[in-house]
């Protein structure tokens, strides 16, 4: 489904209209992809259930595609534009070549470029909502702020290291 026909419910807010919206574009790529394939691929399930710093994730093996609605929400527009077809992109690539495609290899490139029409990137320009709780840590040259689950990670023996320094990074609290 094209993007402007979803103009009307873009700045509604709320998340079963953004849902319906996203899970249409979805579809509509793999309807693109069916087409440049010839072939009928499974359609993933979707939802908002993406927290944290990701702008969404699949989920190759249940076939699940979920988004972050914070980031939906900064520019619904570009969100629908480039994270929705780099997702279905994911699931599309996992369908015909299984676990032995990269990530963001060949594979996922080129159907981005050539069955999407969009410039391959793994990166998203959208903000990150700040964590609930922050734990300092600090180097020889810097203060660090972990979230929960990097503290936790630092408590069962995981080791970061400052790539400036060099140095180990220390929890202070």
């Known amino acids: 489904m094209p993007l402007n026909s979803h103009s009307s419910l873009l700045n509604n807010g709320s998340n079963i209209d953004t849902l319906t919206i996203v899970t249409n574009k979805v579809h509509c790529c793999f309807d693109k992809a069916d087409a440049f394939f010839g072939n009928t691929f499974n359609r993933p399930t979707c939802n908002l ?3 944290g710093r990701a702008a969404g994730t699949a989920h ?11 980031m939906y929400s900064q520019n619904p527009e570009e969100f629908i534009s480039t994270v929705v077809p780099h997702e279905a992109a994911h699931i599309i690539v996992f369908q015909i070549y299984g676990s032995s495609a990269k990530p963001h290899g060949k594979e ?9 029409g969009i410039k391959p990137n793994r990166t998203h320009c959208f903000d990150v909502p700040p964590p609930k709780q ?3 840590y600090f180097c020889d040259c810097n203060r660090h702020e ?3 689950r990097r503290h936790t990670k630092v408590q069962q023996g995981v080791l970061y290291i400052c790539k400036a ?4 990074l220390q929890f202070k609290g």
Do not use: D, G, I
């Not at 490139?109 to 999407?116: N, S, Y």
């Not at 320094?165 to 180990?168: I, P, Q, T």
């Open 49 to 51: 259930k993406q927290r």
């Open 60 to 70: 190759l093996q249940k076939n699940e595609v979920r988004f972050n609605v914070f």
């Open 108 to 116: 996922w490139q080129a159907v981005m470029l050539k069955v999407f």
């Open 134 to 136: 922050v734990f300092e």
């Open 146 to 148: 972990f979230t929960k």
């Open 165 to 168: 320094c060099k140095a180990s």
